[in-house]
């Protein structure tokens, strides 16, 4: 039985009228429509494989880098043969095969949010970058890589979750969203913080346009988050902190390590942005030239600082920041100069690369420096505070470094102090780095997928015309 509203069906009002009764039948029981639980499924499906790929990641580069510290131990001089040829390697492979792998990974999903043409973003997200990011960038914790994982499970999560985009018939959700939740349940799953995760999507990915509060993001972070909760449990980063400050003597440390953490931060961030332009001179010319002997001199200097530091300074540097917030290890006051470089000359290299976990470590090397002017109770804290001022100085996201650090050591009493420290860092970052690192970078991240997309369609055009 149909239900036929009353009225002129030549009449606005009538067509109106029929047409909404039609809605009604139609929308009467959503919750029953197949079509829709069709694509909540897929949608779920997909964050827990971003989720899954992210964690996996995870216990790949733990693994990566305890065999690499095994061989360290048996000989620590092998690494002026390990670094300098792995570097190469990476670098030759990136270049050769998976040019939409090299550096962090978060410019580059940027880059992917900021364009419409399907063809640019191919080169910049894609399943068979996700996989060769995965494996590159164990390589270079393989071979001792100042690097981390958390940027490009940025692309990795962005990836996964934009092969979504593809389903005409049955659209999930726009290109720019699914982007979006992919970078967010990367974080989420990395850290096993999906609060952080969330104001990452909001602050770094959405930095230039509104961001619209939509399931897609929060369905990706939530489920990625469960999938890092139901295979490696319940924990959290750095182990639980309870270092706490009281005020108003606590204000002392916090303008410090804001004031310190966001200029280094900010000048670290803008040294980054000047190298992705080019080297001056003769080294510059020689990048150029020659890039593969060029990350081979890169990964020679890793191994250098390395010796000079007793391998403090190879990988993540996640063990030594968290020795130090446990108390166990003190980290020496030269951690932190030696840290940025090797950070630098990974960036240098193009190899896949993160500088997200990275930079914590360097926090807490600012940390340690700073503790020797305050009293020696404050130390625990004032690691905790340059960790978030030098990752606020360098990303200029003041509520997510805040919020991810909060979760990394599960300490919610010093949530104003890490607040009140990101929002200083941020402040001094501003006045010494007008431009964020991550945006700065992802534009020539995207004239280069441009470039590429454009060469690829010319030779396409050309084998045409010249087809019989």
């Known amino acids: 039985m149909s239900f036929d509203p009353p009225g002129d069906n030549r009449t606005a009002s009538g067509r109106a009228l029929r047409q909404f009764a039609r809605g009604s039948r139609r929308y009467a029981l959503p919750w029953l429509s197949v079509g829709r639980w069709g694509k909540r499924i897929l949608l779920v499906g997909t964050a827990l494989l971003a989720g899954l790929i992210a964690i996996l990641f995870a216990i790949g580069a733990d693994l990566a880098i305890g065999a690499h510290q095994y061989v360290m131990n048996v000989s620590p001089w092998l690494s002026l043969l390990i670094a300098p040829g792995g570097f190469a390697a990476i670098a030759w492979i990136a270049r050769r095969f998976f040019p939409g792998t090299q550096g962090s990974g978060i410019p580059q999903a940027i880059a992917a949010s900021m364009t419409d043409d399907r063809r640019i973003r191919h080169k910049l997200l894609s399943f068979r970058i996700a996989i060769a990011k995965v494996v590159l960038t164990l390589g270079g914790l393989l071979s001792g890589g100042s690097i981390g994982r958390e940027g490009p499970s940025v692309q990795i999560g962005a990836s996964i979750m934009h092969l979504l985009a593809g389903r005409k018939k049955a659209r999930i959700a726009s290109?720019?969203?699914?982007?979006?939740?992919?970078?967010?349940?990367?974080?989420a799953a990395a850290f096993n913080t999906p609060l952080g995760g969330i104001?990452?999507?909001?602050?770094?990915?959405c930095r230039h346009r509104p961001f619209r509060a939509n399931s897609t993001t929060l369905i990706a972070v939530i489920f990625a988050g469960l999938m890092s909760l139901g295979v490696?449990?319940?924990y959290t980063y750095f182990g639980r902190t309870p270092a706490a400050l009281t005020w108003p003597a606590g204000i002392w440390p916090v303008l410090m390590c804001g004031a310190v953490g966001g200029v280094l931060g900010g000048l670290f961030g803008r040294l980054l942005i000047a190298s992705s332009r080019g080297l001056p001179g003769t080294i510059g010319e020689f990048s150029r030239r020659r890039p593969i002997a060029f990350a081979a001199v890169c990964g020679l200097g890793t191994a250098i600082i390395g010796l000079m530091s007793g391998g403090l300074t190879y990988g993540t540097g996640y063990a030594e920041s968290k020795a130090a917030l446990e108390g166990s290890a003190t980290l020496p006051f030269y951690f932190l100069i030696a840290k940025m470089a090797a950070i630098w000359l990974a960036f240098l290299s193009r190899i896949p690369a993160g500088i997200f976990a990275p930079a914590l470590a360097v926090g807490a090397g600012l940390g340690a420096d700073l503790s020797i002017l305050l009293p020696e109770?404050?130390?625990a804290v004032i690691l905790v505070l340059g960790m978030v001022a030098f990752l606020a100085g360098m990303t200029q996201t003041p509520i997510t470094s805040f919020v991810i650090v909060m979760e990394m050591t599960a300490n919610h009493e010093m949530l104003l102090p890490l607040m009140a420290t990101a929002v200083v860092a941020h402040a001094f970052s501003k006045s010494v780095a007008p431009i964020p690192l991550y945006h700065a970078l992802s534009y020539p991240a995207l004239r280069q997928a441009t470039a590429q997309a454009q060469s690829e369609s010319a030779r396409l055009s050309a084998g045409s015309r010249r087809a019989p």
């Open 175 to 187: 290109s720019r969203d699914l982007i979006v939740a992919g970078s967010g349940a990367g974080i």
């Open 199 to 205: 104001m990452f999507a909001i602050e770094e990915m």
């Open 232 to 234: 490696l449990g319940n």
């Open 377 to 379: 109770e404050h130390s």
